[in-house]
C-alpha cells in the first residue's frame, strides 16, 4: 500500500523523524558554540566536489532575493513597501551586506554557522538554546551540509581571504 496510489482517506498524518533522531546516513554534529563553529573548515570531501554553477544556483533560489545579486544587502525584498507605506529596506532588519569586513573577517566555520543558524542573530539566539526570531531563515534545517559548504565557498570566491 506504500507505493500505490493514495487516497486522502485513507492517508495518515505525515509524522516527522523523532527531535535528535540520527539518520542512517550520519548525524551532522552542530557545535555547541561560537568558538567551536570557529575552528571549523570546509571538510576535504565537499571542498573536492565544489560546483560553482551549484552554488550560484542555490544562492539565487535561497538567498538573492535579500542579499542581492551583487551580495551587497539590497537584494528586491528591500523594494516591497509594507502596509504603512514604508520601504521593507527603511524598516529593517536589514539583509547582511555580505561584502561587508565583518562577512570577510569571519573564518570558514563562522560562516557555515551564521548560514546554518539564520543568520548572527539567529545562530547566538540557537547557542543560547532559544528559538530564533531572526528573519534569516536557518538553513540547517533547509539546506544539506554539503550545500552549506558550498556557499562558504561561493561566498570565498566571491568576497577572498
Not at 565537499?46 to 535579500?66: G, K
Not at 547566538?124 to 531563515?137: F, H, I, K, N, W
Request: aromatic share 10%; net charge negative; with cysteine.
Amino acid at each position: 500500500m506504500q507505493y500505490k496510489t493514495s487516497f486522502r482517506i485513507q492517508e495518515g498524518a505525515r509524522i516527522l523523524p523523532p527531535e535528535g533522531s540520527v539518520p542512517v546516513t550520519g548525524g551532522e554534529v552542530f557545535p555547541s558554540s561560537l568558538d567551536e563553529f570557529q575552528t571549523l573548515s570546509v571538510p576535504p570531501k565537499f571542498a573536492v566536489n565544489y560546483d560553482d554553477n551549484s552554488a550560484w544556483h542555490t544562492y539565487q533560489v535561497n538567498c538573492l532575493v535579500c542579499h542581492g545579486e551583487g551580495l551587497d544587502g539590497k537584494g528586491p525584498i528591500t523594494t516591497l513597501i509594507g502596509a504603512d507605506g514604508a520601504l521593507a529596506y527603511d524598516r529593517g532588519p536589514f539583509p547582511a551586506d555580505l561584502l561587508a569586513d565583518p562577512t570577510k573577517n569571519a573564518t570558514n566555520g563562522e560562516l557555515f554557522g551564521f548560514i546554518s543558524g539564520g543568520g548572527r542573530q539567529g545562530l547566538a539566539v540557537r547557542l543560547r538554546g532559544r528559538d530564533s526570531t531572526s528573519p534569516m531563515p536557518e538553513f540547517g534545517k533547509m539546506l544539506s551540509e554539503e550545500e552549506r559548504w558550498a556557499q562558504v565557498q561561493f561566498l570565498r570566491s566571491r568576497i577572498g581571504q
